[in-house]
């Protein structure tokens, strides 16, 4: 048993080594023992995170750095760590390194997005108690699995949902906590569409929403496989922006179409390009417009001008 673990931390690291995510470089295993790089200064090994002295501000900029490597983890190399806290990350060169991926799992493994959640809140449990603004266990699995989010669109999006963090009051906060504790956690989120049982209810249920004209701003505690499966809150295809992002593309959107005098900002705003695109009627006088409808109508074409002239020169020369 203990060679198998050996065998599959080695596999693991490598994984995570592609994956440029900080961790032990492997080096050579032997039967049970897997020899590894050593993190530390001289004779003395990196502490774990738990026991470092953290203020307020390097908290925060570790804990934006832990969750991009959770993300990074689960997008790139395809791994669950399935026990990540503060007691298997270590604290070395201002950054952290993540240790102990013997019993981490792959996407298809039947818990694995279940192990995720558990990871997700060790992780903002830790930076709570260093006093930083987390953000909540659902956001934090939605940045993580949110197949939409990519090298370009992470930074205003990490700002955003961190912007959204700060401005929760403590009240807030915990009520947000016990919501996620009690719905969330213990719910069962399908992976695949394939594991997606009863669709047609969902639809009806996020139909019903839209006659009620409810705000589809969260998700909703019974539907909880959007984020996973790559589709918008309401079902009705593939979420291609982040949907944190969505008002800040439309915006984006609009000021290039008034940059560029393009009338695709708002339908208000195509009608009134559209009336002043069209030719306004009557703008002159009728009997004016009539003249040059009727000249219009006498205008001889070209080929028969050209005949004409040809014949009148061909007369002439005679």
């Known amino acids: 048993m203990v060679k198998t673990w050996a065998e599959k931390e080695m596999r693991n690291l490598i994984r995570l080594n592609t994956a440029e995510i900080p961790c032990p470089e492997p080096i050579m295993l032997r039967s049970h023992v897997l020899v590894m ?19 307020e501000s390097k908290a925060r900029e570790l ?46 493994h039947p818990h694995a997005l279940e192990f995720l959640r558990k990871d997700c809140t060790n992780v903002n449990d830790f930076f709570m108690k260093h006093s930083v603004a987390v953000m909540t266990v659902r956001e934090l699995f939605a940045f993580v699995t949110d197949p939409s989010i990519t ?13 959204i963090a700060s401005q ?12 996620d504790e009690e719905v969330f956690k213990r719910a069962y989120i399908p992976r695949t569409l394939n594991e997606v049982k009863n669709y047609e209810r969902d639809m009806d249920i996020i139909m019903k929403l839209k006659e009620e004209d409810m705000a589809m701003n969260a998700q909703q505690d019974n539907i909880l496989y959007q984020t996973v499966t790559g589709l918008k809150k309401d079902l009705s295809g593939v979420q291609k922006v ?19 005098g393009s009338s695709e900002c708002s ?36 080929h028969v001008k050209k005949r004409k002239e040809k014949t009148a020169k061909t007369k002439k020369g005679k």
Do not use: W
């Open 37 to 55: 790089s050593f993190i530390g200064k001289d004779d003395m090994p990196a502490p774990l995170l738990k026991n470092v002295q953290l203020s």
């Open 63 to 108: 804990y934006l750095q832990v969750i991009q490597y959770m993300r990074r983890m689960y997008q790139d190399a395809r791994l669950v760590h399935a026990d990540l806290s503060e007691f298997n990350m270590l604290y070395h060169g201002g950054g952290v390194y993540i240790i102990d991926v013997s019993q981490s799992v792959e996407h298809d």
């Open 151 to 163: 090298q370009e669109n992470m930074d205003a999006y990490l700002s955003k949902a961190m912007e």
């Open 168 to 179: 929760r009051t403590k009240e807030e906060r915990s009520s947000q906590d016990h919501v």
């Open 242 to 260: 982040p949907a944190l992002l969505e008002n800040q593309v439309e915006e984006r959107t609009c000021s290039d179409s008034e940059d560029t």
């Open 267 to 302: 339908d208000t705003d195509s009608e009134e390009q559209g009336d002043h695109a069209r030719p306004k009627k009557h703008t002159t006088d009728p009997d004016i417009d009539k003249k040059v409808k009727r000249e219009k109508k006498n205008k001889i074409p070209k």
